[in-house]
C-alpha cells in the first residue's frame, strides 16, 4: 500500500474495499478508484462499524436513563413516606440537646467547633453568609469562623477582609485567610483551611457555601447527633430556598 514511503491512496481504497468483501486482495482496477467505489466502501464502513457503535452508544444510553427514571421515582416513594409518617432523625440516632441553657456564658462541654465559608467573588452574598456564621448560637469562645477567600477580585477580597475584622471587633473569633493559588477550587481552600494551627483544636467542622444561610440553631441541632452517636461521622441537613 506504500509507494517510496507514502500511502497510495487507489490501493488503499482498493484494500479496504477487499477487506469488506472477504477478499485480502489489495490490486486495484485498471483506471484507478472511481467515485462510486469510495461511496461503496464508505457506505460498507457506516453500515458496519459506525451505526453498530451506534447503536451499542443509544442501549448504553437507553440503560442509563432507565437507571435515573428508577432512581428519581424511588427518592419520591421514599421522600413521600417519610413525610407521611413524620420520621425524623431523633428516630434512628440518639439526640439530646447539650448541657447547659446559656450558650452565652460559655463552657467546656460545648465542643469546638470550626465554621468554614469558602469564597470566590462573592459580592452579592459575602455579607449574609459571613453574618449567619457569625450568628449561630453557640459559645463564643468555643467557635471560630474561618473565611476562605480566593477572590481575584482586589476589590471585593477588600470587602470581605473589612466585613472580618468588623465581626471580629464584635468580638467573635473570625479568621480571615487567603492563598496565593487557587488549586483545588473551594474543596482545596477547605483542605488549606484545615492546615491551620487553630482549625487542628476543633472537634468539629460545619461547612457552608458562600450563598448559604443557616439558622441561628444550626448547630444546637447538629452537634447533638455527634456528640450522642460515636458512630457518626457526618451530618448532612436539608436547605431550602429563602
Not at 173 to 199: P, Q, V, W
Request: charge should be negative; charged fraction near 20%.
Amino acid at each position: 500500500l506504500a509507494v517510496g514511503g507514502r500511502v497510495d491512496f487507489q490501493e488503499a481504497i482498493s484494500w479496504f474495499i477487499g477487506v469488506f468483501d472477504g477478499s485480502s486482495s489489495s490490486s486495484s482496477a485498471a483506471g484507478g478508484v472511481s467515485l462510486a467505489e469510495v461511496y461503496e466502501l464508505w457506505v460498507r464502513v457506516r453500515g458496519r462499524v459506525i451505526a453498530p457503535a451506534l447503536q451499542v452508544a443509544v442501549w448504553a444510553c437507553m440503560v442509563m436513563s432507565v437507571m435515573l427514571v428508577v432512581e428519581a421515582l424511588y427518592n419520591c416513594v421514599v421522600s413521600l413516606g417519610v413525610k407521611a409518617v413524620g420520621w425524623r432523625p431523633e428516630w434512628r440516632f440518639k439526640w439530646e440537646p447539650l448541657a447547659g441553657d446559656d450558650e452565652e456564658k460559655g463552657g467546656a462541654h460545648y465542643p469546638m467547633v470550626l465554621v468554614q465559608i469558602p469564597m470566590y467573588n462573592e459580592l452579592e452574598v459575602y455579607k449574609l453568609s459571613i453574618g449567619a456564621a457569625c450568628e449561630l448560637q453557640w459559645p463564643k469562645d468555643r467557635i471560630i469562623v474561618q473565611v476562605l477567600d480566593d477572590s481575584t477580585d482586589p476589590f471585593i477580597k477588600n470587602l470581605v477582609e473589612l466585613e472580618c475584622e468588623s465581626w471580629a471587633v464584635k468580638g467573635l473569633n473570625i479568621k480571615y485567610a487567603t492563598r496565593s493559588s487557587r488549586k483545588g477550587f473551594k474543596a482545596g481552600a477547605l483542605k488549606k483551611g484545615m492546615e491551620c494551627d487553630y482549625a487542628k483544636q476543633c472537634e468539629y467542622v460545619a461547612i457552608f457555601d458562600a450563598d448559604f444561610q443557616p439558622e441561628p440553631d444550626f448547630l444546637l441541632r447538629t452537634v447533638p447527633f455527634f456528640v450522642h452517636n460515636p458512630e457518626v461521622a457526618l451530618v448532612q441537613a436539608r436547605w431550602s430556598f429563602g
